[in-house]
């Protein structure tokens, strides 16, 4: 195997497992769903650092021929952009300096309408997303001044808003996240530095749904050869199926013979025969691509800390793993119920779970979709409500433990939580976006349309908001 990354040999490195984006996704698709419409969820787990937790509606807008879309690295605590050229709500106020460009591509002639947090939403037409950090086996900077080993101009803060600037489609919005991706360069807020690559946080998963005609697909993304450019796959599961991405890539079998259901970034095998992560005798039929397999972070000597190779893999395999298993045993239970919980989920994992599973038809409701949000794994040999660490009262709430190697079970509902949404994608401008604050286990989802014209209420919107200062103006309900 080479061990060449960056460009040079590899220093020993130390994984950066970021817990600021450690997010989950459930999706489900049309025939699954209880309303014949999918559904996408996303938590965003926010970790010891806080977060700007605005709601924001982006405005629809034309824009003058020659105009340019600029693209920033955005920030996770408030304000996470301050910018003249995107929505209002993220103008400069009370002196705010406007943030460093780093790169322009054209724009187009109108844009769509949209609701807006750390990422792109939900827009007018019923265009979902659902996002979730990945591990990968790359690592990519963002160019900005601070950085000058950055090359990469696009994060994927950038490629959802401007999926939901572009497009009605999941078809559309992947395709033209992967190009523009390819084009400027794809960066992770979570990649560390140089010195110490954090390979656990420097890649991304999104779920995307639409209301027309009601696809769901799975795209995952990374920073290409060199710290550079991209590689990515997009993959079109199933109608009849419910999917689940916990810090993971999913794309397990992308065919690439199959352009009806499977996109990807050209010569998307070349880096991986390269380094030896894959080879063409792994295929199982020809144009079969293991993409998880390929370019998921998989633990080794020379890319791990030393001496925390197993911990690491151990750490990474049932983080992401235990929710996978959760969500399918929940929604699906009949499928579920044929997965092995103790098998966990890295690339290399044998017969490894699916990226998604069959469900009922009709059987799996919004509020089904809720409540594996707020789920413990209550009623399994997990359950993090029972045992003397939940304490007296059953508390499922469990803080970082020093000194000592491991980590408790991940809950799908965690107590760092700052937001979560469920998102129903309907026809006719009929889109709804239930957004609650706090931890799932303890929040209200409200509704907001996707075609909206106003604004969320300034307890939503205000500026100032984020999860650690008391303010006036946005009395929160439900905010911990």
């Known amino acids: 195997m080479s061990r060449m990354i960056f460009g040079k040999l590899a220093l020993s490195s130390t994984l950066l497992w970021s817990f600021g984006e450690a997010c989950t996704i459930i999706a489900v698709g049309k025939d699954a769903s209880a309303t014949g419409y999918p559904m996408v969820s996303h938590s965003d787990d926010s970790g010891p650092s806080t977060t700007d937790v605005r709601l924001v509606r982006v405005p629809r807008k034309k824009w003058p021929k020659g105009s340019v ?3 920033y690295e955005w920030r996770s605590p408030y304000p996470r952009l301050v910018s003249s050229h995107m929505a209002p709500a993220y103008h400069p106020v009370e002196g705010q300096q406007e943030f460093e460009v780093i790169g322009e591509i054209p724009q187009v ?12 939403m939900q827009n007018e037409w019923g265009l979902s997303i659902g996002e979730s950090t990945a591990t990968a086996m790359t690592v990519g900077w963002a160019a900005t001044k601070d950085k000058p080993w950055g090359k990469n101009r696009v994060g994927i803060e950038d490629l959802t808003k401007l999926a939901m600037e572009r497009c009605k489609t999941a078809r559309c919005a992947v395709q033209m996240m992967g190009d523009i991706a390819v084009e400027q360069g794809f960066y992770s807020a979570d990649s560390g530095s140089p010195d110490a690559p954090a390979y656990g946080g420097s890649s991304e998963a999104l779920v995307l749904v639409d209301a027309e005609p009601g696809d769901m697909w799975v795209f995952n993304v990374l920073t290409g050869k060199q710290n550079a450019s991209a590689i990515w796959a997009a993959q079109r599961l199933p109608s009849d199926h419910v999917a689940a991405v916990g810090n993971s890539f999913t794309i397990r079998s992308l065919d690439l013979k199959d352009p009806e259901n499977n996109l990807f970034s050209p010569k998307v095998t070349e880096l991986a025969e390269e380094m030896g992560w894959w080879s063409p005798k792994d295929a199982k039929f020809e144009g079969d691509f293991d993409f998880f397999g390929a370019y998921g972070y998989q633990p080794y000597e020379y890319n791990t800390a030393p001496g925390q190779v197993e911990s690491t893999k151990n750490l990474l395999s049932f983080y992401s793993g235990r929710r996978m298993w959760r969500v399918f045993s929940l929604l699906s239970p009949e499928e579920g119920g044929k997965l092995d919980p103790e098998l ?23 509020g089904m ?12 040999p997990y359950d993090l409500t029972k045992g003397m660490a939940a304490g007296p009262h059953g508390t499922p709430n469990r803080g970082p433990v020093h000194g000592l190697t491991g980590q408790w079970e991940r ?4 107590f760092r939580t700052g937001y979560s949404y469920v998102l129903e994608p309907r026809p006719r401008r009929r889109s709804r976006t239930w957004f609650g604050y706090d931890a799932a286990h303890g929040t209200v989802w409200l509704p907001f349309y996707g075609a909206s014209e106003i604004p969320a209420p300034e307890m939503y919107s205000a500026h100032g908001l984020n999860m650690s200062t008391f303010n006036t103006q946005a009395s929160l309900p439900c905010m911990g």
């Open 369 to 380: 979709v809720m409540n594996a949000l707020r789920d413990h794994y209550e009623g399994t």
């Open 411 to 414: 809950a799908i509902s965690m």
């Open 69 to 71: 879309r600029k693209l």
């Open 344 to 366: 966990g989920n890295l690339p290399k994992t044998k017969n490894p779970y699916p990226p998604s599973v069959r469900a009922p038809k009709q059987t799996v409701t919004r």
């Open 109 to 120: 002639e109108e844009t769509w309408g949209y609701w807006d947090t750390d990422y792109g």
